[in-house]
T-cell receptor
Framework: GQNIDQPTEMTATEGAIVQINCTYQ??????LFWYQQHAGEAPTFLSY??LDGLEEKGRFSSFLSRSKGYSYLLLKELQMKDSASYLC??????????WGAGTKLIIKP | GAVVSQHPSWVICKSGTSVKIECRSL??????MFWYRQFPKQSLMLMAT?????????EQGVEKDKFLINHASLTLSTLTVTSAHPEDSSFYIC??????????????FGPGTRLTVL
């Protein structure tokens, strides 16, 4: 079956760095998405990786290793507003999105 | 875990026709379902919030007469794109909130429906 795994919850300190991991097993691969979702709001697109490597976008970076079925989202210089759920989703060979359950990130002062 | 399905997974239709997309929560009851659309590499845009047994709440700029939503049961919501046009071509994603989760805002997302209007 198809499966996306990411930690349920993580806690980090303001100003620090946190890495949220995502591992996947899917039927085919057409890219991996990271979304940020604040409570009560629609998910916001953060990144899309389809090739191996690291993509940096400001304080957020996303890494992909297709051979390992692994991605991570790296958040630097954490701010209180980064407290949110982070969703990992993989698009499979049928262009369907397989969603992870999301990682709730708690930022402490 | 909670599973949300959508049907069809993809559809191609002619301009002017109507298309119905189903969203089902397979192993839980969902009083609230959400409908989103997503253009490539863009954020999900919330179209409407669907509550079982009542009228859907549409986001600003979404035409309620064009995007008909019916949430007839605790496990099924449908989105009908009426008189579809090429600009309606998009990826439509639904999500469902687990009734048992209470006030927590956990949403479970469906796999999406890719609509192409010719």
């Amino acid at each position: 079956g198809q499966n996306i795994d990411q930690p349920t919850e993580m806690t980090a300190t303001e100003g620090a760095i946190v890495q949220i991991n995502c591992t996947y097993q899917t039927s085919g691969f057409n890219g991996l998405f990271w979304y940020q979702q604040h409570a009560g709001e629609a998910p916001t697109f953060l990144s899309y990786n389809v090739l191996d490597g690291l993509e940096e976008k400001g304080r957020f970076s996303s890494f992909l290793s297709r051979s390992k079925g692994y991605s991570y989202l790296l958040l630097k210089e954490l701010q209180m507003k980064d407290s949110a759920s982070y969703l990992c989703a993989v698009m499979d060979s049928n262009y369907q999105l397989i969603w992870g359950a999301g990682t709730k990130l708690i930022i402490k002062p | 875990g909670a599973v949300v399905s959508q049907h069809p997974s993809w559809v191609i239709c002619k301009s002017g026709t109507s298309v119905k997309i189903e969203c089902r929560s397979l192993d839980f009851q969902a009083t609230t379902m959400f409908w989103y659309r997503q253009f490539p590499k863009q954020s999900l845009m919330l179209m409407a919030t669907s509550n079982e047994g009542s009228k859907a709440t549409y986001e600003q700029g979404v035409e309620k007469d064009k995007f008909l939503i019916n949430h007839a049961s605790l496990t099924l919501s449908t989105l009908t794109v009426t008189s579809a046009h090429p600009e309606d071509s998009s990826f439509y994603i639904c999500s469902a909130r687990d009734l048992a989760s209470g006030v927590t805002d956990t949403q479970y997302f469906g796999p999406g429906t890719r609509l192409t209007v010719l």
